[in-house]
């Protein structure tokens, strides 16, 4: 097993704390796992909408709000595992090319839920190349803080489609789990999208 992600500078909890941190009106679908936790822990809100048991749905469900809601910034915060499950998703957020979403996968190099197996990008993956190559312009990998701070901007304000591979500690962690009723969560981030009227 490489451990060179073991020593990224990096921590996923911290990156997730700046990204919803930076603008109050960021509506956030996490993917399954640990970007669920990381959000959670982050500040647990009704404009994050975190999925259950659906690996390689985050994008799908990013490109659909995004497309609906035009005058919304949308971020999809996902894991790698979870991206390279659904990676044919990002051809079609190509295609669509929505200027309101954003893409940030926390890379770790793990799968999180079933034991910190390695992904393929612990090896010759390169997810942001890949994001490029199926049409997506605006892409990059981050790897230290210099870095976050540099293209935070891009991430929360620049016309997207935009990607970004965020290279993350593996790290154990304690679980923070977000509500697991879907009714719930669903009513919650609509009334906050649309208004209590909206339930």
Known sequence: MSKRAESFPLHRREVAKTL???????????GLGSTNWDFTAAGDCARIFPLWG????????????????PSKRVLVATGDGEMLMGIG????????????LAICVF??????ETGMQTTHTASVADLALTAQGLGIRNTGTITDENELK???????????????????RAEPLEFVLPS???VHLKNRFRAELLGPEAL
């Open 150 to 168: 540099a293209e935070l901007d891009a991430i929360i304000n620049a016309d997207g489609p935009v990607f970004r591979t965020i290279k993350v």
């Open 89 to 100: 998703a990002l051809a079609t957020v190509a295609v669509q090319a929505p200027k309101n």
């Open 54 to 69: 659906a690996m390689g749905g985050a994008v799908p469900t990013g490109l659909g709000l995004a497309l609906a809601q």
């Open 20 to 30: 919803l941190g930076a603008r109050e009106d960021l509506l956030v679908v996490t």
């Open 180 to 182: 697991k009723d879907g």
């Open 107 to 112: 890379d770790n190099e793990r799968y999180g």
